[in-house]
């Protein structure tokens, strides 16, 4: 079965276990989760949009997208519709939707006043419920491929970052050169704002969807007594926020999920106490003390965490 496939299987048994009928998505990264879909990547904030709609009874799947590029096979051409901000439009497609009308339950991921009408008038009989917290628990741990796929973003994270520190001259040259080298090597969409400052450098890609990325200090301390050497040797299956909190540095640090961009769990000195560690999760984790600044990805197992950020030459 394809990536996009056994995660949206996780999803629609999330979605159903919650007892939700039909979900209205307009996240980005939920849209990605459920149908594999490639769309086109903009910057900026844009407001509430029904841009996916899933039946968890039968799977049916109707995307705003307005070619079939990058739309997987199993998405119906006849399921795709274009961008509008027609009210009307927008009202006559939810409610074309089989099985909106009859929902009992409908999740939406975002929120709008006047969505919360829209909804209301096309799904009569349903409670309109938040899913956040459903979709967020069915993605806080990784599939194999969805592990491979960070492995891969952040070999071209890792690209840029070394030709960072390669590059001589100002810190806008090597953030140019960072940048230039990730795109090379298979993908110029960050997932956050890449950083060159003096000695250190970080640098994060989105590619196929999943966030891969790494920060150092040029000629910092090796592996083993770098500032999130203690963090990462604590990203263990059973593990609290409280436990991380006692291992942490002295200075800034932040342990936080990585998948489809920045993902739960968040755990800091200020957040994230509760929060419990579970094998096969993924994990950014960074700290800065002094002048020294480290991040890497890891993978929590049962064997004990997994560095899945290459090392810089």
């Not at 299987?9 to 490639?38: K, S």
């Not at 799977?59 to 990058?70: A, K, Q, V």
Request: with cysteine; charged share 20%; glycine share 10%.
């Amino acid at each position: 079965m394809s990536l996009h496939l056994q995660r949206r299987t996780r999803a629609v048994d999330a979605l159903a276990a919650a007892g939700i009928d039909m979900l209205v998505a307009g996240r980005q990264d939920h849209i990605n989760y459920i149908t594999g879909a490639h769309q086109l990547w903009t910057a900026g904030t844009r407001p509430f949009g029904p841009v996916c709609t899933l039946n968890t009874n039968t799977g049916e799947i109707y995307l705003l997208s307005t070619w079939d590029e990058g739309v997987p096979d199993d998405i119906d051409l006849d399921h795709l519709h274009g961008i509008t901000w027609n009210g009307a439009v927008i009202y006559q497609r939810l409610a074309a939707n089989p099985g909106m009308a009859t929902a009992q339950r409908v999740g939406i991921d975002s929120w709008s006043p006047g969505m919360a009408g829209l909804l209301s008038a096309v799904a009569p009989n349903a409670e309109i419920v938040p899913t956040d917290d459903v979709l967020s628990r069915a993605r806080r741990t990784k599939l194999p491929s969805e592990v491979d796929a960070i492995r891969a973003a952040g070999a071209v994270a890792a690209a840029g970052a070394a030709a960072a520190i390669a590059q001589s001259g100002t810190d806008t040259q090597r953030l140019a050169a960072g940048v230039e080298a990730m795109a090379l090597a298979g993908s110029s969409t960050p997932a956050a704002e890449p950083q060159v400052k003096g000695p250190v450098v970080d640098f994060s890609c989105l590619r196929s969807h999943y966030e891969g990325g790494l920060g150092r200090t040029a000629d910092g301390a090796p592996p083993d007594v770098r500032p999130h050497a203690n963090l990462i040797a604590a990203c263990v299956p059973g593990a609290t926020g409280q436990d991380l909190r006692r291992v942490a540095p002295d200075g800034d640090w932040l342990v936080r999920g990585s998948g489809m961009g920045f993902e739960s769990p968040v755990i800091n000195a200020r957040y994230g106490a509760d929060e419990t560690l579970e094998a096969h999760m993924v994990l950014s984790v960074s700290a800065t003390t002094g002048t020294e600044y480290a991040r890497d990805t890891v993978l929590v197992t049962e064997q004990g965490p997994e560095i899945i950020s290459p090392e810089l030459p």
